[in-house]
């Protein structure tokens, strides 16, 4: 079997740890009880019901950005072929094999936050590391350059 060229595992950056959004929630929680309480003696309850809600979306949003930081892409080269392997955090994994001889880097370094990194083949555009930031994309890009030069000299 060829030995791999690059073996690189792409992951968003997870949020916090569950303990620190824990006491996040629960610091939010007691604020938003203390003004929900404040309305009600003052006779404002329909207040109340929507500094509930508040915390409970907060709560939602931190449980989804949990969930979205369990996917992740793992991007294996040899010198025969180059797989990408992507692994959401809800759905089925898929699998996308390229002719490394073939691919060709596409990230175009414009210091904007939406700059895309491709790889293309024969027609086909397989866009990578979307969740990660700019200056990480483009160190990754460069990287799989690099990897790639090595994998066509052979």
Same mark, same amino acid.
């Given at each position: ?6 073996? !690189?595992? =792409?992951?968003? @950056? ?5 303990? $620190? ?7 939010? $929680?007691?604020? @938003?009880? *203390? &003004? ?7 006779? !404002?309850?329909?207040?109340?019901? &929507? ?19 369990? $996917? &992740? ?6 010198? *025969?072929? =180059?797989?990408? $392997?992507?692994?959401? *955090? ?28 491709? =790889? ?6 397989? /866009? ?11 160190? &990754?890009? /460069? ?12």
């Amino acid at each position: 079997m060829d030995e791999p060229l690059l073996d !690189a595992t =792409l992951r968003p @950056n997870p949020p916090m740890s569950p303990r $620190a959004l824990a006491l996040v929630l629960a610091v939010v $929680a007691a604020i @938003n009880l *203390a &003004f929900a309480l404040s309305f009600v003696l003052r006779g !404002a309850w329909p207040i109340a019901p &929507f500094m509930g809600l508040d915390v409970a979306l907060l709560a939602w949003a931190f449980r989804e950005s949990r969930i979205a930081a369990r $996917a &992740f892409e793992r991007i294996t080269l040899t010198v *025969a072929s =180059l797989v990408i $392997a992507r692994h959401p *955090a809800r759905g089925a994994p898929s699998r996308i094999a390229l002719n490394p001889y073939w691919a060709r880097v596409d990230y175009e370094d414009t210091g904007l936050p939406g700059a895309k990194l491709s =790889l293309r083949s024969h027609g086909t555009a397989v /866009q990578i590391g979307a969740f990660l930031g700019a200056a990480e994309r483009a160190a &990754f890009a /460069q990287t799989l350059r690099g990897a790639l030069r090595k994998a066509r000299d052979g």
